[in-house]
């Protein structure tokens, strides 16, 4: 059974346009993340989610906007494509409150062209 | 900002050698994670040591941690093939939720 499930694990777009990806747990955590992961592999965290409330919200241009419609998923919209948005971009989920373990999803590869 | 800084950069050792990462952090710490990235993978959690201890076990894994010198260290023992990967210290910055991860070490074990 998977854990943290992300959906497309790939997707090349064209400049300028919109998609989203999308994030599943079903560890019953109540706190799921979305993460970049750029070329030289280093990852920085963007938006952190408890029960639906918006916690963190990085210095993160605001055509990426996360949207969680319960508290086992958390989605990420993206606008107006930019190259610079090709990544790899994770979700990860914790329990609340623990500052403890995260568990991270596969990954979804984000290209533009 | 940047919170964690692991070293060697990469590394590249015979099977059944032991493989050591270091990694250094800034600020004050409750607890320090090691997370390992295989090829086109999520990350994997392997172990967390808190403040207060010195040095944790976990199979061929030995985790140490200094405060005084806000440092720790990732020592794999026996090394395998399958332990190729990238190898990241995460720590919680300050007071907040945000775990704050390293660039990684890369760690290639040549069979």
């Known amino acids: 059974d998977t854990a943290v499930s992300q959906t497309p694990k790939y997707l090349v777009t064209q400049m300028g346009n919109d998609k989203s990806i999308k994030c599943e747990q079903n560890?019953?955590?109540?706190?799921m993340y979305w993460y970049k992961q750029d070329s030289k592999k280093f990852l920085k965290i963007m938006f952190s989610?408890?029960?639906?409330?918006?916690?963190i919200n990085e210095t993160v241009p605001n055509r990426f906007s996360p949207k969680s419609p319960d508290k086992a998923h958390l989605n990420l919209h993206i606008n107006s494509l930019e190259l610079g948005d090709s990544a790899v971009y994770f979700c990860?989920?914790?329990?609340?409150?623990?500052?403890?373990?995260?568990?991270f999803g596969p990954g979804t590869r984000l290209t533009v062209l | 900002s940047q919170q964690g800084e692991e070293d060697p950069q990469a590394l590249s050792i015979q099977e059944g050698e032991n493989a050591t990462m270091n990694c250094s952090y800034k600020t004050s710490i409750n607890n320090l994670q090691w997370y390992r990235q295989n090829s086109g993978r999520g990350l994997v959690h392997l172990i967390l040591i808190r403040s207060n201890e010195r040095e944790k076990h976990s199979g061929r894994l030995r985790v140490t941690l200094d405060t005084s010198k806000k440092s720790s260290s990732l020592l794999i023992t026996a090394s395998r093939a399958a332990d190729t990967a990238s190898y990241f210290c995460a720590t919680y910055q300050g007071g907040s939720e945000k775990l704050v991860f390293g660039k990684g070490t890369k760690l290639t074990v040549n069979p």
């Open positions: 990860a989920s914790s329990p609340e409150g623990r500052r403890g373990e995260q568990f």
């Open positions: 560890l019953g955590h109540d706190t």
């Open positions: 989610y408890n029960n639906k409330e918006l916690i």
